[in-house]
């Protein structure tokens, strides 16, 4: 297809134009190297807003694409900036008909039985023919900048249920409630299993209503069906179909699936958004953050003028530069939003002839249309995750539940078709620094501790500064408990010897409680001189002496006044430390003991 240089630098004057986009997978056809649209990696269970190669992905309930060829500003630390992208927005507005398809289940061949179609209100609630307006004939009207999908939904609900009412003869007179049989299974073309768009005159099912399900649906697109209209910028691209909603348990038991009935009005629009990123140090693409987007206040916008039908042409549209807005060769306007024109896209699913700026509205012909589209199970049948997905949005809202779905099916399509050429030379960048940062919630432990302890430690201070409590205090009672006299190091069995200090330092006059105020004198190693030795305290109550093992030179004398090593126990042997044990100790004073028990006295050391 031959383009004219004229028109290149028309819409070549700013980076928003339908030549900033390419298809993202092309295919040899005859020869000739045609863009593809297909599904190569489906991204409809992801969430949030990323970047992909050459777009910018937003699956939240607004999805979208924004056309980007990634660059990453250079700086250390990475930083924040904006930038002026196209982004190309799916809108569709869905309508309940309140009406609902029913499978029965034939259990004996365990199996899909009739099918039955059920009023919730939409026959028996329908408004007069002549009063289906929902908005002022202010709102009603359509130009460029603004489309009111949500009126033709609404209207062509109306017009397809009163046509579908006729043709119902079993649902007359319209009760609130009531279920009749449509049918078998095979008779329909509804699906149990999987949601699914139904054309106007299928949901009717009759062929003596195709003329009149032609009509509303031409309304609803405001133009021909068979594209003979005229192709220009107040002929936006408008998609007008019955979807049946993602089947839903029964709560009849003799029922198996339930489906509802939406009609759904859907087209495309575009947008200059301007958009703020983020990155870190690292600046690969998955770490690119989309931190917000909004739109221009105004943009000029231009389509191609032509006197070719819709069916011959798919006409340029994009932004513009200021100096084109009265070009006779161009329709411009002044709007934050441009509704795409319709154009061949919309009436045919070939693609060989598209250029990649019609590829968003021909997603939407395709969706509508009886095609499906090859690699990828849209409905969820073989992925319950998915499924379940769809599911959720019909809890919160039947006609928003499908609107959002629909419209996320689109942006995977065009994420999967499309790719963005438009590189941005320079930003002002706003760079990040080295910081160190600290999240208060790890220090919630060191505030509880402070809250214990803070009060212990200040009543203890102010105990110590009154007097109350001494070391010598502290003392005697860590001396009551074994090992509080290891942490003082007071022992219990000291040495006695004649004057000499002992291994640790400690002269007998040291040995004992420290603090007892009862002192008792006992025989030293040398029989000529006497020491005196503390007592301690539970060793008073016991009313029992305290000894110790000594250095080699200590020796205790037994009560037959020979001289004992304290570790054999025979005479004149002399005394290893290192082989003390309390094992000894104890020996000593049963024997001690056995002997006062014979001489019916208390026997003491010499």
Known sequence: ??????????????????????????????????????????????????????????????????????????????????????????????????????????????????????????????????????ATSDHNIDHPGAVNLAYRAYKTAVMINRVALQSLPAMNPPEFGKTVVIGRFEDHPFIHDRMHVLGLSAYVNTTARDAATQEIEAWCRGYNINGSTNASINTPSIHCQVFLSAPIPHKDPSLLMSQYLTVCASSVRASVQRVEFSFNETGALNNI??????????????????????????????????????????????????????????????????????IPSAIWNRLYSPVTLSGYDFAGVGRFNLQMKWRSFLHKDIAGGAAITLKQIWTDIAVNNLVGTSVTETASVRPYGPSVTYNFRYSVPFFLLCAIWLPILLLTSVVFIKGRIKPSYIRHILNQTSLGRVVVDDSLLWVVNSGQRSEGGASPSDTGTRTSPRTKSIVSASPTHQVPLRTAVWAITLGKKLVRFGPPSSVLRGSNGNQRDNTTGSPDASVNPRNTSIRVALEYLVRLEKTRDDRGQTSDLS
């Open 1 to 134: 297809m031959e383009i004219p240089v004229s028109t290149i630098q028309k819409f070549n004057s700013t980076s928003y134009s339908p030549f900033h986009m390419q298809f993202r997978r092309y295919i040899l056809s005859r020869n000739l190297t045609i863009g593809d649209i297909s599904i190569v990696e489906s991204i409809l269970l992801r969430n949030g807003t990323f970047a992909v190669e050459g777009l910018l992905v937003d699956m939240t309930e607004s999805p979208g694409i924004g056309l980007r060829n990634h660059t990453v500003p250079q700086v250390s630390h990475g930083g924040v900036w904006s930038e002026d992208i196209l982004w190309l927005e799916p809108q569709t507005s869905c309508v309940n008909t309140n009406i609902t398809i029913d499978f029965s289940l034939d259990i004996d061949a365990q199996a899909i039985g009739t099918i039955n179609i059920t009023d919730h209100g939409g026959f028996s609630n329908l408004p007069p023919e002549n009063n289906v307006n929902i």
């Open 289 to 358: 953050q989309i931190q917000g987007r909004k739109r221009s206040n105004s943009t000029i916008w231009g389509v191609e003028n032509t006197t070719m039908t819709m069916r011959d042409v798919n006409l340029f549209w994009g932004a513009v530069s200021s100096r084109y807005e009265n070009d006779t060769s161009l329709s411009t306007i002044r709007s934050e939003t441009l509704y795409l024109p319709a154009g061949q896209s919309d009436f045919t699913l070939s693609s060989s002839n598209d250029s990649p700026s019609s």
